[in-house]
């Protein structure tokens, strides 16, 4: 069974063409877990995710309690862009599935050329550093405001694109983890341990948000700071854990 849905401005016929010969056509960007492709449509070019296999409790709950990735993604998009915060124009979602559940789900966007990624801020060589790191201490504050709670605010997931000397565009991607919410001061002050924040981002950023909350910059640093040793100390705890599962080998 399929299930499309499709932005008035696109095709149908354009997207099913694309998920058919998804495998032996596209230029591949990406190929994990979930595989990324770029496909010309036209004068365009769209980005196509398709997402790793469920396993077998999740293929159900895709179908019949919560909604997949894939659609998650696309209305999360669709949020975004009324919100005003910019994200790469959602097309379509298209899942299959069969009585158990889903069986294969893919996202499509229109695909974006940006300049950077906010992980390229993290080289202390990149020109105009602190202003854009500011830039996007105030981006990150918008989508608070905004009550967004992107669960993978992490660095390689904002895309900047400069608009001109100086100044920057922010765009969300990765968001199907994503919740909208009203963000408490504590929720605000994790959603920055993904980043990868060195000390000196840590304070360029706190800093900027300090302002934007109205809340004294030294405590807006030590807890960013703060939030993020512990989130690494988790990552770190849960590789140890993983790589101890992993030399005892499967249980007979």
């Known amino acids: 069974m399929m299930q499309i849905k499709v932005a008035d401005a696109y095709s149908e016929g354009q997207v099913r063409d694309i998920v058919d ?18 496909f010309e449509v036209g004068d365009s070019e769209w980005n196509v995710k398709s997402f790793q296999v469920p396993h077998l409790i999740n293929r159900f709950a895709y179908k019949y309690i919560r909604k997949s990735k894939a659609r998650r993604s696309y209305e999360h998009g669709k949020i975004l862009l009324e919100k005003g915060i910019l994200t790469p124009q959602p097309i379509s979602y298209v899942e299959y599935s069969n009585l158990v ?9 229109e695909n974006l ?16 550093r602190v202003n854009a790191l500011e830039q996007f201490a105030e981006f990150t504050y918008r989508l608070h405001e905004n009550e967004i709670h992107h669960f993978d605010h992490s660095k390689g997931n904002t895309l900047m ?4 000397k100086g100044v920057y565009d922010f765009y969300l991607i990765d968001l199907n983890r994503m919740k909208f919410e009203k963000m408490t001061y504590e929720k605000r002050i994790n959603n920055f341990n993904r980043l990868s ?20 910059p030294a405590k807006v640093i030590e807890d960013i700071k703060t939030s993020c040793e512990k989130f690494s100390e988790f990552v770190r705890k849960k590789s140890r854990w993983k790589q101890r599962v992993g030399k005892r080998g499967p249980v007979s």
């Open 197 to 216: 924040l060195t000390p000196d981002m840590i304070a360029i950023i706190g800093n900027k948000y300090a302002s934007l909350i109205e809340v004294p």
């Open 21 to 38: 010969t998804f495998n032996h056509a596209g230029i591949t960007y990406w190929e994990k877990r979930n595989t990324i492709k770029v």
């Open 101 to 109: 559940g889903i069986t294969h789900s893919f996202f499509i966007s």
């Open 161 to 164: 694109c400069q608009r001109s």
């Open 113 to 128: 050329h940006y300049d950077f990624t906010f992980g390229d801020l993290i080289d202390q060589a990149f020109p105009d």
